[in-house]
């Protein structure tokens, strides 16, 4: 193997010039979505014929500069990882061949760390399969020597070489991350499946964890935490960055396979407590006698022609009167001249979620425990913090008493509440009604895990569809959906749901059955009968609130409208003409084009 002798000179001088920049890609807790910590990868300069690291290391190795090279990498991004004073740990390569000469047992790797006051615990050592060891003795004796100053040790790139289940048995292990080529296309591949899902048996046999490597898609998500991996680690989860992030944008990802997208937050006109604003100009006398007057009084809003400009807090006034010629010093200033100047001010329409970050956000101390509501700017009344928290927690209590177990979408009790809520506030909406068709013959071919697996991908389509839009997405139970549009974008938004799972549900089938265009399986009758591909169907109606007095009547008009869905041939949307049950109008519309 030859290479270009320029690269020899080029890569000696990154080397003297430290001119590599360390990447941190984060590795997620496919469970709790926690990140677990970050891998350090490197790159040359951008400009540099070595910028990539598959060539700057192939040039080290055939230059003879393998060890500095990975000494330098090691210690910038043990440095730029303890700048970053991030939790987690730091996922560290090493190639196995310099673990038998450079570091061991010279300790260079837990002097850096000491340097940095970096504890050896946080770090994992990676050692890849790639690397054919001829002593795998010395390399024992190496590992065995990290482990003493505290390490973990992790297997890489397990099923890219020749001896993974070797080195497994001689090492073992604390972590082994499945190599990115058994990941890419897992859900297609039943070979890669049966592959996976006997490495992570073995692993929980012999007490190693798994990180599932090259996670690109949803489908390949979902399947490695069907399969059990306890970790993950990819371009859809996040990419490499210089810079590290305390919350990555991967975990959204996550959390929207354990929560999905809910989108009718209760506002904080909920919780407006209507208590009297003053005027800036009013002395402190005035307002010392108001919280006299009204000992429930916390906190009370200064405006100026009805716009808020401030707050004024009871017990600081109060202590401000209670010094020493406080009152005398005081008791004459206009309040606006003793008021907190930067409130948290929120709109009555804001919900409680986003009023929550901006309260936890504000850093104006005992003012902090209240934030004034406004109408349009104008000032409507004012905002307890323990009551927010109060309302809260009442939601989270009822959202998890009443979600559907398997997307955590809202279930029955919600949706209702939510339709009474629009129908009592005579609010327009459109309601869909969606439902797999032939989803019981999938599930007895490939079983239920399977079938929650195609539940989860149709909550999950219909929540990224959707979120964003003031929407509410309910799980009434098994394969029925419902979305309450309050939005105007319902028919586009439908129609991109439909087309989204007709592309992705594909890759819940194996290849055979895709290709055949569906299955055979066992009718309700007890015959063998051909069932093509699952598809979607949606029926959709406008309640009229004149018309339906609660959600009984919705319900009774949207499940006419899902029965005419699902006698199109081949799925798709319907919209009923009908607004309420005792409408004269019992025309049907036709089929929305999909």
Request: charged share 20%; hydrophobic share 40%.
């Amino acid at each position: 193997m030859t290479i270009n002798p320029n690269y020899c000179t080029e890569l000696s001088h990154l080397i003297r010039q430290r001119a590599l920049t360390p990447l941190f890609q984060p590795i997620f807790n496919l469970s709790s979505t926690e990140v677990l910590g970050y891998e350090a990868l490197i790159r040359g300069p951008s400009n540099s014929p070595l910028h990539s690291p598959l060539l700057l290391f192939k040039a080290a190795l055939m230059c003879g500069m393998l060890e500095p090279l990975e000494m330098l990498c090691r210690q910038i991004s043990i440095e730029a990882f303890a700048r970053a004073k991030m939790p987690g740990l730091l996922f560290l390569n090493v190639n196995p061949l310099l673990l038998l000469t450079s570091d061991h047992p010279s300790g260079l790797t837990n002097r850096l760390l000491q340097q940095v006051e970096l504890d050896p615990s946080r770090v994992v050592i990676e050692i890849s399969e790639q690397y054919q060891v001829e002593d795998p003795s010395v390399l024992i004796k190496a590992v065995n020597h990290y482990r003493e100053l505290g390490f973990s040790i992790a297997i890489d790139d397990l099923g890219s070489g020749f001896s993974g289940l070797k080195l497994w048995s001689e090492l073992k292990p604390d972590i082994v991350k499945i190599d990115r080529y058994f990941i890419s296309q897992l859900h297609t591949d039943p070979t890669k499946r049966a592959f996976v899902q006997n490495i992570v048996a073995l692993a929980n046999a012999t007490g190693s964890k798994i990180v599932a490597e090259g996670i690109e898609t949803q489908e390949e998500l979902l399947l490695c935490q069907e399969l059990g991996a306890d970790y993950g680690q990819g371009f859809l989860l996040g990419r490499p960055a210089a810079k590290i992030e305390s919350s990555p944008p991967g975990r959204y990802l996550l959390v929207k396979q354990k929560q999905p997208y809910t989108a009718a937050a209760e506002k904080v006109s909920a919780i407006v407590q209507f208590l009297p604003a003053v005027e800036s100009g009013v002395s402190a006398g005035e307002v010392m006698q108001l919280f006299s007057n009204n000992p429930d009084w916390a906190g009370l809003a200064v405006v100026e022609s009805g716009i808020p400009v401030g707050m004024i807090n009871r017990a600081q006034l109060l202590a401000m009167f209670a010094m020493p010629y406080g009152r005398a010093l005081y008791e004459k200033k206009p309040i606006k001249r003793l008021m907190a100047v930067n409130p948290v001010v929120v709109d009555e329409h804001t919900s409680l979620d986003d009023v929550s970050q901006l309260v936890t956000s504000n850093e104006d101390g005992d003012n902090n425990w209240f934030f004034i509501i406004t109408s349009a700017q104008r000032y409507a009344g004012i905002g307890s913090v323990r009551l927010l928290l109060k309302k809260i927690t009442e939601r989270k209590l009822q959202h998890a008493r009443y979600a559907n177990p398997l997307t955590l979408l809202p279930g029955n009790v919600p949706i209702y509440q939510e339709v009474d809520r629009l129908l009592s506030q005579h609010r327009h909406f459109t309601l869909a009604y969606a439902d797999l068709n032939h989803f019981k013959p999938y599930n007895d071919i490939y079983g239920y895990s399977r079938g929650d697996l195609v539940l989860q991908l149709l909550g999950e389509i219909i929540c990224q569809v959707v979120a964003g839009s003031g929407n509410f997405v309910g799980h009434v139970g098994g394969d029925d959906f419902i979305i309450i549009f309050t939005s105007d974008n319902w028919q586009t938004a439908c129609q991109q749901i439909v087309q989204d799972f007709n592309q992705r549900i594909v890759h819940y089938y194996d290849a055979s059955h895709v290709e055949a265009g569906g299955l055979s399986a066992v009718s309700r009758s007890g015959d063998i009968c051909f069932y093509p591909l699952l598809t979607l169907s949606i029926g959709v109606v406008l309640p009229d609130p004149t018309l339906c007095l609660c959600h009984h009547d919705v319900a009774a008009i949207a499940a006419a409208a899902k029965a005419e869905a699902k006698k199109l041939p081949a799925g798709g949307i319907f919209v009923s003409r009908r607004r309420g049950p005792a409408t004269a109008v019992s025309v049907l519309a036709g089929p929305l084009p999909h």
